[in-house]
């Protein structure tokens, strides 16, 4: 159906002469919708709709409260979005910005030039101002300016003594100090600017002792300029709109002030679930994440700080989240206790464990996990098609294998003398799986190994000679896995050039490293596969077996078990 323009339009343009053809062609419709509009002798109207029921409705009176209770604030869509959840709000967060883009006039926003900082480089600090019914509120807020981790804290003035006790606690909160500290020109941190030289400033004393206890160079932005600290400034507003405005709403309805102490009272929780944990707008990472790579190119903080500090232990529980250890254990590379140590802390605690069984625990499940990720990459980087195991090999059936050595092979007792093993049988005995399964032993075992077929094996080697990179491939896949198995020798015969790259396998290997190698043939007949050359088989098979076990399967296929079972014989040619 066209729109009320389309066929007016239409109109128009056969109005001015135009032949139906060319109105088709320039408004894209067929010959008979042009037909069809142009007998109407009126012109269709738009008819009036009843308006359509929202399942954000129910929940407009609140919301219309909550917006009337932060006036001339505003609270973000985010923040109401998560309280009308909290009340069976079923619906997307776009309904409710929709209904509240009608209630909110739209800012018209300057462009601003954004500087980057390398990590641990710059912290920008700020007090900002908020207001509350006859007295203001005072809020002491540091971003760092790779990461965007920010600390806050409140205060009921601005004087040197809270910039100095901001400063101390946002360095334990991040961990570590910054190499630089960028202020804006306020009269309690710079005495004088250009006192001495330009570019050269009148500090406050103790901003300077700060500044000497703690290793940062203070730094300050231009008169008039501050953007040039955009990255607090910016954190400024977020922390007014997402958590002054709601904090200040919620206790206006019950006709209670925001305060320092009710503000310091949920600000810890705020950073630690929200603020520091949002996807940033310009890294789009988290802080929290980012801060990680900070904190290894902090200043240390001084030896006096790093146990109880300045900071008070009820101040310190209330500012600092859990994080900063986790940052610190990340550090360590203890990933695993990191994330799952406030888990265990609780769980041993509640069992009345002491802190000896939370230690071990933790540093049992720390290695369990490592273990596990080393097992992945391993086999990641093995090759093995498939898993084998010794309990999925069917010794019932495979009579003709050696059961006794078999499973002694699966000590692996054989991979740190570097000896190697040959399974040696007809088609279809279990070679393959037997030496897959000891693959995969040996990669839960945290072996290196490496699994590859003779044919892909003459192919690679062939490609990295050709290409003058038969060194670096021999270290690389050769050499480096403590197993590397080979399988089915003997099923394509080499040429004379890949039976000289084959024997410097097995010649570097020699008393270096495990390999086992499946064959259906007989060493008596390995010659055939090595361009029919018997000196340099026989100097290859003197390697591979001074330090090797035989394994000789015999028997029918596997493979041919479940014909047998319903009666179907294999054709033997004769």
Same mark, same amino acid.
């Given at each position: ?234 954190? =400024? ?158 010794? =019932? ?178």
């Amino acid at each position: 159906m066209l729109t009320l323009e389309q066929t007016v339009t239409i109109q128009i343009l056969h109005q001015q002469g135009k032949s139906i053809k060319a109105i088709r062609r320039e408004l894209g419709v067929s010959r008979n919708t042009v037909r069809k509009y142009l007998r109407q002798k009126e012109t269709p109207q738009y008819r009036r709709t009843q308006p359509r029921t929202s399942i954000l409705d129910p929940y407009k009176p609140y919301l219309l409260q909550r917006v009337n209770a932060a006036h001339p604030e505003w609270i973000p869509a985010v923040v109401l979005y998560q309280e009308i959840l909290g009340l069976g709000y079923p619906g997307k967060i776009r309904i409710l910005r929709e209904y509240l883009a009608t209630l909110k006039p739209v800012a018209k926003l300057e462009p601003v030039i954004r500087f980057e900082t390398q990590p641990g480089q710059q912290m920008q600090v700020d007090f900002t101002t908020i207001r509350r019914h006859h007295t203001t509120l005072k809020a002491f807020v540091a971003t760092l300016g790779y990461s965007r981790a920010t600390f806050v804290k409140f205060y009921d003035h601005e004087r040197t003594e809270a910039w100095i006790d901001g400063l101390e606690h946002a360095f334990q909160f991040f961990g570590g100090v910054p190499q630089e500290i960028l202020f804006d020109n306020a009269k309690t941190i710079m005495i004088e600017r250009d006192a001495y030289h330009e570019g050269q400033h009148r500090w406050n004393p103790k901003l300077l002792d700060c500044a000497k206890k703690y290793g940062f160079r203070p730094r300050v932005c231009k008169p008039y300029r501050a953007q040039t600290k955009g990255k607090v400034e910016r954190f =400024n507003g977020y922390l007014k709109s997402s958590f002054i405005v709601p904090l200040k709403a919620s206790l206006k309805t019950s006709g209670l002030l925001l305060d320092v102490d009710v503000a310091n009272a949920h600000i810890g929780r705020w950073l630690h679930e929200t603020a520091n944990q949002r996807i940033h707008a310009t890294t789009q990472e988290k802080p929290a994440i980012r801060l990680q790579q900070e904190q290894q190119r902090f200043v240390p903080l001084p030896q006096s700080d790093t146990g109880s500090g300045t900071v008070p232990i009820a101040a310190a529980q209330h500012v600092m989240p859990y994080e900063s250890l986790q940052h610190q254990l990340s550090k360590l590379s203890l990933h695993t206790v990191a994330s799952q140590w406030s888990h265990h802390a609780q769980q041993t605690l509640g069992q009345d464990g002491s802190y000896a069984d939370f230690v071990e625990a933790m540093l049992m499940h720390e290695y369990t996990a490592r273990q596990q990720r080393s097992q992945q990459v391993l086999m990641k980087l093995s090759g093995l098609p498939q898993v084998k195991t010794l309990e999925g090999y069917d010794f =019932n059936y495979a009579l003709g294998a050696p059961k006794s050595q078999v499973v002694e092979l699966f000590n692996l007792s054989f991979i740190p003398r570097a000896e190697n093993v040959v399974f040696l049988g007809a088609s279809g005995v279990g070679k393959t799986h037997l030496s897959m399964a000891l693959g995969y032993k040996a990669i839960m075992n945290n072996v290196k190994t490496k699994f590859i077929t003779a044919a892909d094996l003459m192919l690679q080697l062939s490609t990295a000679y050709q290409q003058g990179k038969l060194k670096t491939y021999m270290q690389r896949v050769i050499l480096a896995p403590k197993l590397l198995i080979i399988d089915e020798i003997g099923y394509l015969p080499f040429g004379r050039e890949e039976a000289n790259l084959f024997f410097n396998v097995i010649a570097k290997r020699y008393e270096k490293g495990s390999t086992i190698l499946t064959s259906n043939l007989p060493f008596s007949q390995w010659s055939k596969s090595f361009a029919d050359d018997v000196t340099l088989t026989a100097a290859m098979l003197d390697r591979l077996l001074h330090h090797c076990h035989v394994v000789q399967i015999s028997g029918e296929s596997y493979r041919l078990k479940d014909k047998k079972r319903i009666g179907i014989q294999p054709q033997v040619e004769t």
